[in-house]
C-alpha cells in the first residue's frame, strides 16, 4: 500500500512540474507575443498560445482578481510559481507522511 501511495505522489509531484513548465512557456510566449517578435498570425504559434492559456488560465485568473498589474507587468505567473513550488517542497511531502502514517496504524 506504500507503494500506491508513492506512486500517486509522484504523479501529482510530476503534474505540477508540467504545469509549472506550461506556466514558462506561457510567460515567455506572451512577452514574445507583446514585444511583437512572433504575432498570431501564424497558426503554431495561435494554437500553442489558446492551448496554454486554457491550460494555466484556470489558475491564474483567481490571482488576476487578488494582484493588481505593477505597471502594466503581469506578476501573477511569479505568485503562482511561488505557491506550486511551496506545494511541492512542504505540503505534498507532509501529506504523503501523514498518509503513510495513518495507513501504518
Same mark, same amino acid.
Given at each position: 500500500?506504500? +507503494?500506491?501511495?508513492?506512486?500517486?505522489?509522484?504523479?501529482?509531484?510530476?503534474?505540477?512540474?508540467?504545469?509549472?513548465?506550461?506556466?514558462?512557456?506561457?510567460?515567455?510566449?506572451?512577452?514574445?507575443? +507583446?514585444?511583437?517578435?512572433?504575432?498570431? /498570425?501564424?497558426?503554431?504559434?495561435?494554437?500553442?498560445?489558446?492551448?496554454?492559456?486554457?491550460?494555466?488560465?484556470?489558475? %491564474?485568473?483567481? %490571482? /488576476?482578481?487578488?494582484?493588481?498589474? %505593477?505597471?502594466?507587468?503581469?506578476?501573477?505567473?511569479?505568485?503562482?510559481?511561488?505557491?506550486?513550488?511551496?506545494?511541492?517542497?512542504?505540503?505534498?511531502?507532509?501529506?504523503?507522511? +501523514?498518509?503513510?502514517?495513518?495507513?501504518?496504524?
Amino acid at each position: 500500500m506504500a +507503494a500506491i501511495i508513492g506512486f500517486l505522489f509522484f504523479i501529482i509531484g510530476s503534474l505540477l512540474n508540467l504545469f509549472l513548465i506550461a506556466l514558462i512557456v506561457n510567460a515567455v510566449l506572451s512577452w514574445l507575443l +507583446a514585444f511583437d517578435v512572433i504575432n498570431y /498570425r501564424n497558426r503554431f504559434v495561435a494554437s500553442l498560445a489558446e492551448t496554454l492559456d486554457r491550460i494555466v488560465g484556470p489558475v %491564474l485568473a483567481p %490571482l /488576476r482578481q487578488i494582484i493588481p498589474s %505593477l505597471g502594466g507587468i503581469d506578476i501573477t505567473p511569479i505568485i503562482a510559481w511561488i505557491i506550486i513550488s511551496g506545494i511541492q517542497r512542504f505540503l505534498l511531502p507532509a501529506s504523503e507522511q +501523514a498518509l503513510l502514517n495513518l495507513i501504518a496504524y
